[in-house]
């Protein structure tokens, strides 16, 4: 089975500091990671994506994200957030190479930047 | 607009109506995917097609729920017998071939069951 796991609900930042969104997972097998937003009242969108190679992948708007294998981590960064960047922010998962459909997503993390 | 569409955004029904939710995906996607999202929680995955073919379902699609995507093209998820707990969000996805390509989501239809 696999799961993912963002332990913060909620994350505050003031405007022009860095964030970071956490996001753990838990599959039998090689993962892609991705990262997804959903602004209020419109449907998710891509942000950013780890298939191979390289550990840290940038993505849209300025977000970046780290892939650490030891540590099962995928997460969420970006080094200035701007007021726009709040949202609910939601990480997921597949297994690579299993032909299967599924993504298992997270419960997701409201980021909330304050002027 | 060439994203994916999902009609209706809104359908209020009462409990043991039968509810029929259509999805247009991206023209040149061969995959189709349908999630449901309740409030406070991530999307949950229900089935997926590649083209025409159902290919995974989930535990969570009861007897009740059926989705189709005849020719490859739009897809339908309907559910029968209607119970409060179905209240939620439908998401529809599609993307291209292949497990490392991002999905690309709908604006969903909230389903409301009194």
């Known amino acids: 089975a696999q799961s993912v796991a963002q332990p913060e609900d909620q994350v505050n930042v003031a405007e022009g500091n860095p964030l970071t969104v956490k996001c753990t997972y838990s599959?039998?097998?090689?993962?892609?990671l991705f990262w997804y937003v959903q602004y209020p009242n419109r449907g998710l969108q891509f942000l950013l994506k780890y298939i191979t190679g390289d550990n840290l992948v940038k993505g849209s708007y300025g977000f970046e994200a780290e892939f650490n294998k030891s540590q099962t981590s995928f997460h969420l960064k970006k080094p200035s957030a701007l007021v726009s960047d709040s949202a609910l922010y939601f990480c997921?998962?597949?297994?690579?190479?299993?032909?299967?459909?599924?993504?298992?997503f997270g419960d997701g993390t409201t980021l909330t930047v304050k002027p | 607009d060439t994203g994916v569409s999902q009609d209706p955004r809104h359908k209020i029904t009462k409990r043991g109506q039968n509810v029929t939710f259509r999805c247009d995906p991206i023209?040149?996607?061969?995959?189709l995917y349908w999630y449901r999202q309740t409030l406070g929680q991530g999307p949950e995955f229900l089935t997926y097609?590649?083209?025409?073919?159902?290919?995974?379902k989930s535990r969570l699609l009861s007897d009740r729920f059926s989705a189709e995507r005849p020719k490859g093209s739009f897809s339908t998820l309907e559910i029968q017998r209607t119970e409060q707990g179905d209240s939620a969000m439908y998401l529809c996805?599609?993307?291209?071939?292949?497990?490392?390509?991002?999905?690309?989501f709908g604006p969903g239809t909230r389903l409301t069951v009194l």
């Open positions: 097609f590649q083209n025409e073919a159902q290919l995974e």
């Open positions: 599959v039998s097998g090689n993962p892609y």
């Open positions: 997921a998962v597949r297994v690579l190479n299993t032909n299967a459909g599924k993504s298992t």
């Open positions: 996805a599609s993307s291209l071939d292949r497990d490392y390509n991002e999905q690309f």
């Open positions: 023209s040149e996607h061969n995959r």
